[in-house]
C-alpha cells in the first residue's frame, strides 16, 4: 500500500461530496488501484449506526473501469452531527489525534491496522476524513458475551508489543501535543464539567446499574481526579485509548486487527490494560483472572525490552479502572439522543465498568491513592 492520501486531494464536507473522482485520487494515492484504473461508480450506505458514537461511518461499494479492479468496499468517516459528542470530541482534539495516529504511530508499531487510503483533517479542525479498509468479512467478538479469553490473551499480548515500542520514547515530548497527555490542562479544566453535567444524568437515567458504594464513589470523583491522573500519566507510552473488542477484528488465526484511535493518548499503559478488562471481559469471563491478565501483560513487556513491577502495575489498574467510571457516565447528558443501539452500548459500558471496579476493590485503591 503507497501513500496515506491528504488534504492535497481534497477534503470532502460530506459523504455527497465523496464522488467517484476524489475516490480514484484517493486509491491512486495509496496504491490500492494504478494510474489506469477509476472508480466507475460509489454506492455509500451508512454503517455501524449507533456504535461509532463520536463518529458518522459509511460503507462504500465501489466499481471500477480501466485497468485492474480495487477494493470492492471501504469504509468512510466523519465526525458525529449529535452536538453533545461533538463538543466532547471537539475539547480533546479527537479527530486530528486519529489521522495523525494513522500517519505517523501505526507504520512505526508492530500491531496490525486496517489499511488506510486517506486521513485528513482541516486545518481549523472542523471537519475530517478517512477512508479505512472494510474489515467486515473478519470475525469480532460477539458483543453481548465479550471477549473470550483466547481473544483477551490475544489482545493482552499485542497491546504489551504496542506499549513496548513507545515506552519512555524520546519521541514522546514532541508528540505530546497531539496525543495529549493527562497532566494536559483541559483534562483538569474539562473533566470535572463533564461530571457535573453527566454524573447526574446517569444516576438518574441508569440507577439500576449503580450499587450505593458506586454512587458514593462517583459523588467525589471529580474530587480524586488529580490523584488519578497523577497515576494515569506515570510510566509513559503511546496510547490507543480505546482498547476495547469493538474496535477489533480477529483474523482466522486468531490474530488481532485494531481500528478507531480517536482517543490515542500518551500515559500509563495501565490505562488501555484496565480499559480492556473493564469494558471487553463479561464477569463470568474474567472474575478472579485479573492478576493473571496482568501478570501476562507484565510478561510480553519483559520480552519486549521493557521492566514494570507486577504489584504497582496491579495497583494502577485498580486506580485506572476507577478513573475509567468516566467513560460510564459520559454519555448520559445525551442520551435520550442517542439511537437504540447507542442507548444499550451505553449501559453495557456503564455496567461492565462498575463490576469491575468492585471486583478490582478499586474504590479502596482510590481511597490509598487520595490518602
Not at 466532547?88 to 504511530?105: P, S
Not at 500509563?268 to 463479561?282: C, H, K, M, P, W
Request: glycine share 6%; charged share 20%.
Amino acid at each position: 500500500m503507497g501513500t496515506i492520501a491528504g488534504l492535497e486531494v481534497g477534503l470532502p464536507a460530506e459523504i455527497d461530496d465523496v464522488t467517484t473522482e476524489w475516490m480514484t485520487e484517493v486509491l491512486r494515492t495509496s496504491g490500492a488501484i494504478d494510474a489506469s484504473t477509476r472508480v466507475a461508480s460509489s454506492e455509500a450506505v451508512p454503517f455501524a449506526e449507533g456504535v461509532g458514537m463520536l463518529s458518522r461511518l459509511y460503507r462504500c461499494a465501489l466499481s471500477y473501469e480501466g485497468g485492474d479492479a480495487g477494493p470492492d468496499t471501504v469504509i468512510v468517516k466523519f465526525p458525529t452531527m449529535i452536538p453533545h459528542q461533538r463538543a466532547i470530541a471537539d475539547a480533546f482534539n479527537i479527530y486530528e489525534r486519529e489521522v495523525v495516529a494513522y500517519t505517523d504511530v501505526v507504520p512505526s508499531s508492530p500491531i496490525r491496522a486496517p489499511h488506510v487510503h486517506a486521513a485528513m483533517v482541516a486545518p481549523d479542525r472542523s471537519n475530517c476524513c478517512l477512508v479505512i479498509e472494510d474489515l467486515s468479512a473478519l470475525s469480532q467478538a460477539d458483543a453481548a458475551t465479550g471477549a473470550t479469553w483466547e481473544q483477551a490473551l490475544e489482545a493482552l499480548d499485542q497491546l504489551a508489543a504496542f506499549h513496548a515500542t513507545w515506552y519512555d520514547s524520546p519521541e514522546l515530548e514532541a508528540m505530546s501535543e497531539t496525543f495529549i497527555t493527562f497532566q494536559n490542562p483541559i483534562h483538569l479544566a474539562a473533566l470535572p464539567g463533564i461530571h457535573t453535567e453527566a454524573w447526574p444524568a446517569c444516576k438518574e437515567q441508569a440507577a439500576d446499574l449503580l450499587p450505593p458504594e458506586i454512587i458514593g464513589f462517583g459523588d467525589t470523583w471529580a474530587d480524586c481526579l488529580p490523584k488519578m491522573l497523577d497515576v494515569v500519566s506515570s510510566s509513559p507510552s503511546i496510547l490507543h485509548g480505546d482498547w476495547r473488542t469493538d474496535n477489533m477484528f480477529f483474523d482466522d488465526d486468531g490474530r488481532m486487527v485494531i481500528f478507531d484511535f480517536q482517543i490515542a493518548a500518551i500515559g500509563n499503559g495501565a490505562y488501555d490494560l484496565a480499559y480492556f478488562i473493564s469494558q471487553s471481559l463479561e464477569r463470568s469471563t474474567r472474575a478472579g483472572r485479573e492478576r493473571e491478565m496482568v501478570e501476562r501483560y507484565v510478561e510480553k513487556l519483559a520480552e519486549h525490552g521493557v521492566e514494570r513491577d507486577v504489584e504497582q502495575l496491579m495497583f494502577d489498574v485498580r486506580c485506572t479502572a476507577a478513573f475509567c467510571l468516566m467513560y460510564g457516565f459520559a454519555s448520559y447528558p445525551g442520551y435520550a439522543d442517542l439511537s437504540e443501539t447507542s442507548q444499550q452500548m451505553a449501559r453495557q459500558l456503564l455496567r461492565r465498568s462498575v463490576e469491575t471496579i468492585i471486583d478490582l476493590d478499586g474504590i479502596a485503591a482510590i481511597e490509598e491513592l487520595v490518602s
